[in-house]
């Protein structure tokens, strides 16, 4: 059933946009009642966000290094934001998240994916990091990846191969050293 | 006049964010004609991203280096996107961007300050650039910088000094060898 709820959010975001996919029309496109969906997602904000992001988040096939974790979270981050639901999403998502009273929990969601950055770093730095400087340093990089993702989308500029790689050496020369 | 506007439009978009800021409200709350703005701004979105981003994206002081050029640079983006303004602004200039018909011109804006960072990044760069590559290096140090601090926002992480003093070592060792 989650996965009719999210396949109906995800048609919903790209016909409507953010504002306009409200829990009641996920319900009747997915064909289950409100409430089922309120069991499985507390805020329509989560649930949206889940829809706009679904692609799978596990880890990289290979080594699990620091590199091979970046390489493949730079190209899905690439992927994610080029479709045609994150463009359609992305605005109320911003809004979502800059919500002073009730924000979207993007920051815990975050921090899943920042720990396991983190935790490869420490493998792979020649410096010799504290928990909480590697914490640190994954977050800065997590925020260096997506963001400038971002930034090429809303400047409307090609996400070409060449970008990906020096993105890459970017990031491993100024962090890992 | 061209000031009277801008804050007028400026103090609609706290008040009201992107959406509700119309022509016609700025200049009632200007007292001008709407003419006079149309004449000034072909499009509302140029006029609310020159609002919301205002702060004076001159030279730094200085030898006018590269490190100057991004340390002011760097500095300038986490103050602007930290004030009320762009954080009520943010969500609608996102979706002014990523339009598919008629896009803001974010392209052609950031084009000036990138020119300006790929001339100091050839003076101070021990590689030899040609000018495709220092313009192309210039634009990924651009949406670097810019993506890091509006990723921080939308996490809700403070833009503290040592994420700022971290984000300049890393962007200097990876663009300038």
Redesign the interface.
């Known amino acids: 059933m989650d996965q009719a709820i999210l396949r109906a959010a995800r048609d919903l975001l790209v016909e409507r946009g953010y504002s306009g996919t409200s829990i009641e029309a996920i319900a009747r496109r997915a064909k289950v009642a409100k409430t089922s969906i309120y069991r499985r997602w507390k805020r329509r904000d989560d649930l949206l966000f889940r829809a706009a992001f679904a692609f799978d988040r596990g880890d990289p096939k290979g080594s699990g290094s620091f590199a091979d974790r970046i390489n493949h979270s730079v190209r899905l981050t690439a992927r994610e934001l080029r479709s045609p639901i994150a ?1 359609s999403a ?3 998502l ?2 979502a ?2 919500r002073v009273d009730d ?1 979207l929990p ?2 815990r969601i ?1 921090e899943i994916e920042i720990a396991s950055i983190g935790e490869r770093l420490n493998e792979s730095s020649s410096r010799k990091l504290t928990t909480k400087q590697a914490r ?2 994954a ?2 990089v ?3 990846y ?12 090609r996400l070409s191969a ?2 990906v790689k ?2 890459l ?7 890992l ?1």
């Open positions: 463009r992305l605005p109320g911003v809004e998240c800059l924000p993007l920051g975050a640190d340093e977050a800065l997590y925020d260096l997506h963001g400038v993702v971002i930034m090429r989308l809303l400047r409307g500029e060449a970008f020096r993105t050496e970017i990031i491993f020369d100024g962090v050293k």
